[in-house]
């Protein structure tokens, strides 16, 4: 799919709205669901990657410097990776316009 | 030619099933559809049909294992009526929205409540916008010839959209008439296999019902609707090819002594057949009256319609169920919709009758054009209808 989903016509779409190429559920931004996003505190991260085990849409990556890091393409402002950080390095705040 | 012979017309719909050599049956018995079903399971256990037919938990089930079967390239019908269609009702929406070229017939029959297994058309009303293309018989040959028709337009690349053949319960389902069954050849003149346009494959994968966002479903909708209505010049030059084979030539509507008629009667199923006996004797006695028969009713045939109408003062619009709290019956609404604005409008006389198989002989009929000429056409609104014979 060459377009993206907001410039697709009804003539682009397949027979059936069918999907003929793999992959393209990484085109979907679902990080414009997002109200909270996540902040990290890097002077209490211990670099565990808890964080990155847990999010459930591997929105986490891992940085050069070896911190985690969400990918706000994708995150979903879910909080999940705050619960669990060991040493509550991760903040949500509110996203703001 | 074929061979002509006196049979129940359920049990010529289900040799036209088999004489179309489907893949898969998937149904759940319900009258008055059960004769159907019941002879292609007989059909699929005796070896004289070499298809799955899978006998499945409920009618929900019956449209699942369809779409399923449709998807992977298989030739696919089922068969239902009133309660069963109401319950495989998610799934009837689903098909269409597919693309699937599943064949049903529906041997229409009237919804619950009360309770009843007689025939009106209270059912296919219910899935009217579902996006099925829907067809009505009048007779046992029509229904013979349009299960063959109906694959051969839902398989067509261009359609590939599921087709609902409309057969009256009881009064087409159980009766025995005369009627062609077509020869092998014809058959295989006339129906290719099925090449689906996408198919479930593992050498080529595609994902059949995505979610769509707000962003994506109004142009799948819009895609769909096209679909459907660009299924009609398809659906015109099947009827033409099958003629050439069979000689009978069918058309979205359908006329009976329409020349200079002033006043039409307006038909869908079985009653046509009652109605030009009325027609006749309204002619013997004078009377410039004549009838069209709605064959095509998905997608509505507007130009024909529009052009079968001209010249008369007057439609009797016979509607087999009720919108209730709505303008009357289906039927009538969708005419008068068609008509409206039109610089030639005949007035719309809606009389709702027949329900839950009732009988309405050919003097009711007259009685109701009797009831019509009385009338102060230029009081009529566009919601007035007559629930013929209720007792009040």
């Not at chain 2, 994968?205 to 909708?221: D, K, N, Q, S, W």
């Not at chain 2, 609707?225 to 000689?247: D, F, Q, S, V, Y």
């Not at chain 2, 709702?352 to 198989?357: E, F, K, P, S, T």
Request: a negative charge; glycine letters at 8%; hydrophobic letters at 40%.
């Amino acid at each position: 799919m060459a377009k993206s989903e907001d410039e697709l016509t009804w003539r682009d779409l397949e027979v059936g709205c069918v999907i003929s190429d793999a992959g393209n559920a990484c085109q979907y931004k679902t990080g414009d669901w997002r109200s909270m996003r996540p902040t990290v505190d890097k002077s209490r991260c211990i670099r565990c990657g808890v964080c990155y085990l847990f999010c459930p849409d591997m929105a986490i990556h891992k940085t050069d410097e070896g911190y985690f890091e969400a990918d706000l393409y994708y995150c979903k402002g879910c909080g999940i990776c705050a619960q669990e950080c060991f040493t509550r390095c991760i903040d949500m705040v509110a996203e703001e316009e | 030619m074929g061979k002509r012979v006196g049979i129940e017309i359920s049990i010529a719909a289900a040799d036209a099933v088999q004489m179309a050599d489907v893949d898969v049956i998937a149904a759940y018995p319900i009258t008055p559809q059960t004769h159907i079903v019941e002879h292609l399971a007989e059909l699929v256990n005796n070896g004289h049909l070499t298809a799955e037919f899978i006998p499945v938990e409920s009618e929900h089930s019956a449209m699942s294992v369809c779409c399923g079967s449709s998807a992977v390239g298989a030739r696919t019908f089922t068969c239902t009526s009133s309660q069963g269609l109401a319950l495989m009702n998610e799934i009837v929406f689903i098909a269409p929205a597919l693309r699937l070229p599943i064949v049903m017939v529906l041997a229409n029959r009237s919804l619950s409540g009360p309770l009843s297994i007689w025939n009106d058309h209270s059912d296919v009303m219910s899935v009217r916008d579902s996006g099925w293309i829907q067809i009505f018989a009048e007779n046992g040959q029509e229904v013979f010839d349009h299960v063959l028709f109906a694959f051969r337009v839902a398989e067509n690349p261009k359609v590939s959209l599921p087709v609902m053949l409309n057969i009256d319960g009881f009064i087409l389902t159980h009766v025995i008439e005369p009627l062609e069954y077509w020869d092998p050849e014809m058959v295989e003149r006339f129906l290719p296999p099925f090449e689906p346009v996408n198919r479930l494959h593992p050498d080529q994968p595609v994902t059949f019902g995505a979610f769509g966002m707000p962003g994506i479903y109004t142009e799948a909708r819009k895609a769909q609707n096209e679909a459907l209505l660009a299924a009609k010049p398809e659906i015109l030059r099947t009827w033409r090819e099958m003629g050439e084979i069979t000689g009978r030539t069918y058309r979205p509507v359908e006329t009976y002594r329409t020349e200079e008629a002033e006043v039409l009667f307006v038909t869908m199923g079985s009653i046509g057949e009652t109605v030009s006996l009325a027609v006749d004797e309204l002619r013997s006695q004078g009377q410039a009256a004549g009838l069209l028969k709605m064959r095509l009713w998905r997608p509505f045939p507007f130009e024909e319609f529009r052009q079968a109408v001209q010249g008369a003062q007057r439609l009797i619009v016979i509607d087999r169920s009720l919108s209730f709290g709505g303008p009357g019956g289906p039927v009538a609404g969708e005419i008068r919709a068609a008509l409206y604005g039109e610089t030639h409008m005949p007035v719309v006389v809606n009389f709702i009758c027949g329900l839950a198989g009732r009988d309405v002989t050919p003097d009711d009929y007259m009685e109701m054009y009797r009831r019509s000429q009385e009338m102060d056409l230029a009081a009529v609104k566009q919601e007035d209808y007559i629930m013929y014979g209720v007792r009040e």
